[in-house]
């Protein structure tokens, strides 16, 4: 059995949208610039053990603010190519000096060997970039549990746009609302909601939470954003059967 809450009361409310606040290059804190100007080269280092070659190419990037990550700064990388390929990952440098790692999302529009949202490297480093205290307040139902489940996804390579009733608008009419089901049996939480991320398309994001607020599954699952159209023909003209004759 599980307990649900979701993200609506009794009455409707109107449309909504939550996401994580990004900076880019020029809006960054003056104290998380200084620490990135004296790390680019770590940043260069680490990018280029994974693949990716930041004197080469288009490359830019922006960083996301995750409150679940106090001592970490959380920095998008991606290039776009004349052919529409993209390279996107994500770079975790520590404020305290430590270990910068690198998260793959896509090389020239391929992922690598398994998509990583459900990596488990990457459950094991988020993980340890989230403070156990904070980690178990946020998985709460009464916690700030989806901004946790979006920082996850902003590791992962996403920007999470989170409608709080994707029913409100034809394209999403059957995506879930932003939900946390609690399994009363081992008391892992399931946190599943909608991110619009473009026009054409919307994911559901599902991330597992132990009771303690690690993860320890996760996976994305893309649907077209289609709206059928809507046509206002004539109604049918009724035709009247007449039984057919009971046989001797």
Not at 21 to 47: N, W
Not at 218 to 225: F, R, V
Request: proline residues 9%.
């Amino acid at each position: 059995m599980a307990q649900t809450e979701g993200g609506s009361g009794g009455l409707r409310s109107p449309l909504r949208y939550f996401s994580l606040i990004h900076h880019a290059p020029d809006a960054v804190d003056p104290s998380d610039a200084a620490i990135l100007s004296r790390r680019h080269r770590d940043i260069s280092e680490e990018a280029a053990f994974y693949g990716y070659d930041l004197s080469s190419g288009n490359w830019k990037w922006d960083q996301a603010l995750c409150p679940q990550l106090p001592g970490t700064i959380l920095l998008h990388y991606s290039s776009a190519q004349p052919n529409g390929r993209e390279s996107l990952f994500t770079v975790l440098v520590p404020r305290d000096g430590g270990r910068i790692r690198i998260v793959p999302v896509y090389y020239h529009n391929a992922t690598p060997w398994h998509a990583a949202v459900k990596r488990d490297r990457n459950f094991d480093v988020f993980n340890s970039l989230v403070p156990a205290e904070t980690a178990k307040k946020s998985a709460d139902p009464e916690g700030d549990w989806l901004s946790l489940a979006a920082c996850y996804v902003e590791m992962v390579g996403g920007e999470p746009n989170i409608p709080n009733e994707p029913s409100l608008v034809p394209e999403t009419l059957l995506a879930p609302q932003p939900t946390i089901e609690v399994s009363v049996s081992d008391r892992t939480r399931h946190i599943l909601f909608t991110d619009r991320d473009a026009d054409n398309q919307y994911i559901i994001w599902s991330v597992v939470l132990s009771g303690e607020g690690k993860v320890i599954a996760a996976q994305s699952q893309t649907y077209a954003a289609y709206v059928a159209k809507i046509s206002n023909p004539p109604a049918p003209v009724a035709t009247m059967r007449h039984p057919k004759p009971v046989p001797h």
